[in-house]
Antibody, heavy 118, light 108 residues
């Protein structure tokens, strides 16, 4: 069964950083892009970027360009999202999602809640 | 960036009825690069439709997508109880990928 399993909920203070993991199971991890999408309370989903697990190449949404880093460890089929300089506006559920074809997201992780609060 | 506007914001229907959800883009989408997702509370989003009209694996034929250019529609022909959720359209024609704000389908 193809699935993405994410790390648990995180609480951070403003100004801190957070790193969320996403492990791919049941498919060839290096064969498909992995995207990150977040959803803040009461808002629609927001795309943050993608990583190519095979090469480590990345593309980020301009909004997050200077605060986000996507990395991967192919030995354990895991990708990571690191978001820096957190503010309360970063409070959201963060999802990783497997790319099926040029941006179609066919399998999603269960989501990781990140709460930014002092 | 490409802005997607979904309507209505909330749709109240009864099981067995037909639902029609709209998604409008502020620019033409190449190759009908539009997808629809279903998001139920506490669950991960589920891909329903891609390339505007192609059903994803395992999706019942009650769900259908249509449209091209800037106007797209998701139709659910006979609503089942599990269909009451929030639906999002997403475009992957231009970067950044963007989503609509969603249509909440609720039981009348």
């Amino acid at each position: 069964q193809v699935q993405l399993v994410q790390s648990g909920a995180e609480v951070r203070e403003p100004g801190a950083s957070v790193k969320v993991s996403c492990k791919g199971l049941g498919y060839t991890f290096t064969g498909y892009y992995v995207h990150w999408v977040r959803q803040a309370p009461g808002q629609g989903p927001e795309w943050m970027g993608w990583i190519i697990p095979n090469s480590g190449g990345t593309t980020y949404a301009e909004k997050f360009q200077d605060r986000v880093t996507l990395t991967r460890d192919t030995s354990i089929s895991t990708v990571y999202l690191e978001l820096r300089r957190l503010t309360s506006d970063d409070t959201a559920i963060y999802y990783c999602a497997k790319d099926a074809n040029r941006g179609t997201l066919d399998v999603w992780g269960q989501g990781t809640t990140v709460t930014v609060s002092s | 960036e490409t802005v997607l506007t979904q309507s209505p914001g909330t749709l109240s229907l009864s099981p067995g009825e037909r639902a029609t959800l709209s998604c409008r883009a502020n620019r033409n989408l190449n190759s009908m690069s539009l997808a629809w997702y279903q998001h139920s509370p506490g669950q991960a989003p589920r891909l329903l439709i891609y390339a505007a009209s192609k059903r994803a694996s395992g999706i019942p034929d009650r769900f259908s997508g249509s449209g091209s250019g800037t106007d797209f529609t998701l139709t659910i022909s006979r609503l089942a109880p599990a269909d009451f959720a929030v639906y999002y359209c997403q475009q992957y024609s231009t970067s950044p990928i963007t989503f609509g704000q969603g249509t909440r389908l609720e039981i009348k």
